[in-house]
């Protein structure tokens, strides 16, 4: 999966597909080599970290089972349709997220938003494959370090008295010897990922007193004060940003054989750990605590919607619906790829990889509470954002040559990571390329400039306090913003361009009828998005962290920058509205009404379809009073002008 679009290779000699002069007699858009390369690049995009790290971490966070409950429905509901209709629209259109909103103007924001929000993530998301490159280093030992409680890890840092390393009579021993009453033993792999990788234990926190004269524990509590920035993880991060940069320069022109090894090597890898894990004594308490709800109410139950917006949001992360990459990776296919066999498939093997990496992380967690002699699951680790590094890491180090086994197993994290790096760039890149068509000369220097900028934003990340700003990007930027972003491009295409109008220009494209269910649940996303965000929102409770020494919460006006960040990505949907709005006020070949209807460069992208699309069209509609056109074409209900009809008349 480890194959980037056309786009990425030669941007300079893709074309827009014809749309100039009606789309007739210009060159074809690129397309991929092969519906092999689309479809491991969309595999890329969407099996990724976010299946592997993401995922679990939710689940152990909203309840386990009642998580994976709610997660499936979602899916079913929402992520398979909306997966579909992002493919099938850059398929159809031959655009990038921003260029298809030729369908309607009114919705020209959505695109920009998807990009300020694939922005976002691109920054805080190579924090986290930098941490896979720290983990690689760090196995090149003759022991694992994270398998040792050690007083020197790196650089003076050690573990803790609360640290252990074996079962429960070392967790015990720890206990009655060195620990105080309230404190509890922590796993060595937990340590080393807190204090060794991290620095947490470095961070200021802050203790104030409530009213009643409780005390609250708050980090990023001092304004700029983020600790200092850990130069070791520094460099890891540099260094992937440097192949960032190298492979969307150069673009990735890799061989067959080296997108299967990459599609293939994380699942015979993930598939070894599953075997291991279900192996494990204390498997089944894990397995039960991922599948089977806690509870029918309460928190982290079914009835909780936060569980549910938590929910949502995985999907939309592990899917990469409403971030835009979809529709461009789509749009380089051929015009009559039989995109709903694909989209099927791959949304499938999403959810199945999901499972995978939850089962693997929770049969370890099941493990290690057996070992530390825990009550509940929920108590095995303290704090959950980075659960995957700390579970696998524990598995890995119990195989046989763990050094080769973690070696392989962060190099292909790491792989999976670049592939959805990649797309979340090249989305923004799009963006660039659409709106200043000049910029393609001057890729290189793009490129830099923004691999440059976004290093230079993640560095907060790396500090000793950077677990809570990824938290906080991750919460917000990463999380609510999306939900607001699905919920209003679902509005702009199904319900103002239409459901009936999306599904014809789908019919004419793939030659098939689209199901009466499929339509049904494209316009229900919109409700059924809404609902869950606004119960969510109505019992919204600000995010918060923990340590072994209790619950961490944050400032009002870290949640206040947070909010910012989801302000940043939805108000371009209405500032672009009232833009476009205004321009088509003002321009004297505009009426105000066009501004939600299809322009008259909306169509299909290539040029052979577009001539038989446009000419079905002047054959089967006649303009009678302007607008007021009552034919209707049986599949078509919208109505394209006919041949000679005024340019101030096209929709």
Known sequence: SHRLPPESVDLETSTAGGHD?????????????????????????????????????????????????????????IGKPMYYMELVLGQFAQRGPVGVWKMCPLGVGVGVAQCIVSL????????????????????????????????????????????????TADCEAAASSDLLANETCETASEQFFRRAVL???????????????????YAL???????EIKWDITLCLLLSWIIV???????????????????????????????????LEGAWDGIQAFFVPKGWSGPNSLSDPQVWRKAAEQMFFSLSVSWGGLIMFGSYNKFNHKVHITATIISSLDFLTSIISGVVIFTVLG??????????????????????????????SRLVVPQLWSVMFFFMLFLLGLDSEFALLETVLTAFYDGLPKTRKYKPALVFLMCVGCFLLSLPCVSSSGTF???????????????????????????????????????????????????????????LLTVILALSLSQFSPPSNSDTDGKLYFPDWIHGVGIFLILVVVVQIPFWALVTTIYYLVSPSKRISDVARPTAEWGPGDRHARKEYLTLKSRLTRPIHGYENHMMYPGYPYLYPAAGYHHSYHM
């Not at 969307?248 to 293939?264: H, P, Q």
Request: aromatic residues 16%; contains cysteine.
């Open 367 to 396: 493990q290690l509470k057996l070992e530390g002699g825990y009550e509940d699951i929920s108590d095995v680790v303290q704090s959950s954002t980075g659960l995957a590094f700390i579970a696998y890491p524990n598995a890995l």
């Open 469 to 527: 700003v990824f938290q906080i990007m991750d919460d917000y930027g990463g999380g609510m913003s999306v939900m607001w972003i699905a919920i209003l491009e679902t509005i702009f295409i199904m319900w103002i361009y239409g459901v009936k109008n999306f599904a014809a220009d789908v019919d004419f494209m793939l030659k098939l009828k689209t199901s009466i269910i499929l339509k049904i649940l494209w316009v229900m996303v919109p409700i």
């Open 120 to 167: 976002i993530v691109a920054i805080y998301y190579n924090v986290i494959m930098a941490y896979c490159l720290y983990y690689i280093f760090a196995s090149f030992q003759t022991e694992l370090p994270w398998t040792v409680c050690s007083d020197n890890w790196f650089q003076n840092v050690g573990a803790d008295s609360r640290c252990y390393a074996g079962d």
């Open 221 to 227: 509590d001092e304004l700029g004060n983020i600790g």
């Open 245 to 279: 940069f190298a492979c969307l320069v150069k673009g990735i022109k890799s061989s067959g054989k080296v997108v299967y090894f990459t599609a293939t090597f994380p699942y015979l890898l993930l598939l070894a750990l599953l075997v291991y894990g279900c192996t």
């Open 199 to 217: 620095g947490v234990h470095n961070a200021v926190i802050k203790e104030r007193p409530a009213e009643n004269g409780t005390l609250f524990r």
């Open 21 to 77: 002069d009606g789309g007739l007699g210009a060159e074809d858009r690129e397309h991929w080599g092969s519906k092999w390369e689309f479809i491991f690049s969309c595999v890329g995009l969407s099996v990724g970290i976010g299946n592997v790290w993401r995922f679990p971490t939710l689940a152990y966070e909203n309840g386990g089972g009642s998580f994976f409950i709610a997660y499936f429905i979602l899916l079913l509901l």
